[in-house]
């Protein structure tokens, strides 16, 4: 039993950690993303002094503080090295998959079954379309609702509940 739920709780523990990473994300300033850019390619960011611009506190000290707080024996050199295991990015793709793999894998563990008859009625293209449209919404909605952080959260949630059924269904089918 412990097992299961260490399991399950894992699996969850990751699933909050990317919906975090996404909402990070939205924290990230274009005053930060113009910084990155000037660096990479100059020409293309209108000139402005960056000179002492830094965080207040480094990233790394943090995530120091966050893990000492939650009682983590933890300092930055640990960040360090988790950071550089981590240092290849996952596309959005690898992290859909992953966190549909997660979300079925979860549904087995509490006996929630998914019934196969309703998966063969819906058709591969049917699915596709769907998610066609579901991704023209949301990005409808992103662009033009004035309430950004309540309607991602809502977009994630529908994505999180609704749509992982229907990406592990296409996953399915590619294997």
Known sequence: M?????????KLYTKHLFRRCFEAWLSV???TLTSAWKKLWPESVAERTFEG??????????????GKSMGLVIDER??????????????????????????????????FEEEPEVEDTISTNEIKEIMGMWE?????????????????RLSELF????????????????K
Not at 53 to 66: G, Q, Y
Not at 81 to 100: G, V
Not at 159 to 173: A, E, K, P, V, W
């Open 2 to 10: 412990d097992q299961q739920v260490i399991s399950i709780f894992k």
């Open 78 to 111: 640990d960040v360090n090295e988790l950071l550089e295991e981590h240092s290849q990015e996952l596309t959005t793709e690898e992290i859909q998959e992953l966190q549909s793999q997660q979300h079925s894998e979860v549904l087995q563990e509490i006996g």
């Open 159 to 174: 994505n999180d509940t609704c749509l992982t059924h229907f990406r592990s269904i296409l996953q399915g089918r590619k």
């Open 29 to 31: 300033t274009a005053r």
């Open 53 to 66: 611009f830094k965080p207040k506190v480094p990233v790394e000290e943090e995530i120091v503080s966050l």
């Open 136 to 152: 023209r919404v949301s990005q409808f909605v992103e662009k033009k609702h004035p309430e950004k952080v309540a309607t991602g």
